[in-house]
């Protein structure tokens, strides 16, 4: 047991490095070197005597004390933030437009809430906001007709455009689902790679790169060509196309569980075949980027991981 606290310091830069994946995000995001983020991490490792992120291929991957104490000190963390924000801005007025593209669901379920809630305290700031796919909301964001871009499987869309500074805003497992008519008559028991390979597609993406991210995390290899029966838009055109058995599909656990239980959808070799899926904020690296939305980004956060709302 450690004597005393770590260097806060340090465990405020490891809270960034965690959040971006990437120490040299997380140096973007703090305005300090790339060097000196490493230096931090391997100064706190030291500290706490346990190694935080293994290095691979250009990656840095958390191992499972990284994730523990990620969740350990995220809503202190996050917390700290919101007070800071509020404390700074309450008697500063905010005024301008910021562009949003997000998700169908995430906009209903989080974005328009923390609108009305952000309302309260900025009534003079505007909202556009678009519904786009992924990879248009990227494009929109490299034209410079959106400032936030909130995307989905980040990892498979985005790849490594350096222009781009991600900010993870929250996590969900997702599973391959089937509607309980479509997995009778086409499922086998033993539910092996080759059958599942067979079955109908439906994706995110027109190349199924959600499948074969599914694929690769549960069997550890993924198809050479995957050509999706349909591919959709959002989670509302996923969950009915799912539902009416026209194939598998990608559904978070969470948000189906109800169904899930009923046996209505069945999760292809069990719930435990998932993988998480990360939601994250993407923006454009601006030396002079506009003070509603770096306020609003920074309230945002917050707000998704608020306490109670069951994440």
């Keep these: 047991m450690l004597n005393s606290l ?17 120490a040299s995000k997380a140096a973007d995001f703090l305005s300090v070197t790339k ?52 404390k700074s801005s309450a008697d500063e007025e905010v005024s301008g437009l910021v562009r949003i593209v997000a998700p169908p669901l ?21 909202y556009d906001l ?25 990892n498979v869309h985005i790849g490594g455009r350096a222009s781009l500074i991600e900010r993870r ?18 499922m086998k028991a033993e539910q092996d ?9 439906i994706s995110y993406s027109h190349d199924g790169s959600d499948v074969k991210v599914w694929f690769k995390t549960v069997f550890k290899r993924k198809p050479d060509f995957i050509t999706p029966f349909l591919s959709v838009e959002n989670f509302h ?25 009923k046996g209505d959808l069945i999760a292809v070799r069990g719930l435990k075949a998932s993988y998480l ?4 904020v993407l923006r454009i690296k601006k030396t002079n980027e506009p003070r509603p939305v770096r306020l609003f980004l920074d309230f945002l956060s917050g707000f998704v991981k608020r306490p109670g709302r069951g994440d």
Excluded: W
């Design 6 to 22: 770590p260097d806060l310091n340090r465990i405020g830069v490891f809270y960034r490095v965690y959040e971006a994946q990437s």
């Design 193 to 201: 790679f080759k059958t599942i390979n067979r079955s109908r597609f």
């Design 35 to 86: 060097s000196a983020v490493s230096q931090s991490i391997k100064l706190l490792e030291a500290e706490l005597r346990q190694e935080l992120f293994i290095r691979k291929g250009g990656h840095l991957i958390p191992t499972q004390f990284a994730h523990e104490l990620f969740q350990t000190i995220a809503p202190t963390m996050r917390a700290l933030s919101s007070h800071a924000f509020a």
């Design 237 to 261: 055109a996923m969950y009915a196309a799912v539902s009416l058995g026209l194939g598998l599909g990608m559904l978070p656990i969470e948000v189906v569980s109800r169904e899930v239980n």
């Design 106 to 126: 995430f906009t209903t379920s989080d974005l328009l809430p923390a609108i009305a809630q952000f309302l309260g305290m900025h009534p003079h700031v505007r």
């Design 277 to 280: 899926n990360s939601l994250s």
């Design 130 to 154: 678009n519904t786009s796919r992924t990879q248009e909301a990227v494009m929109l964001l490299e034209q410079d007709k959106a400032d936030i871009c909130i995307v989905d499987s980040s």
């Design 169 to 186: 805003l929250m996590q969900e497992h997702e599973c391959m689902m089937a509607s309980r008519d479509y997995f009778r008559k086409n």
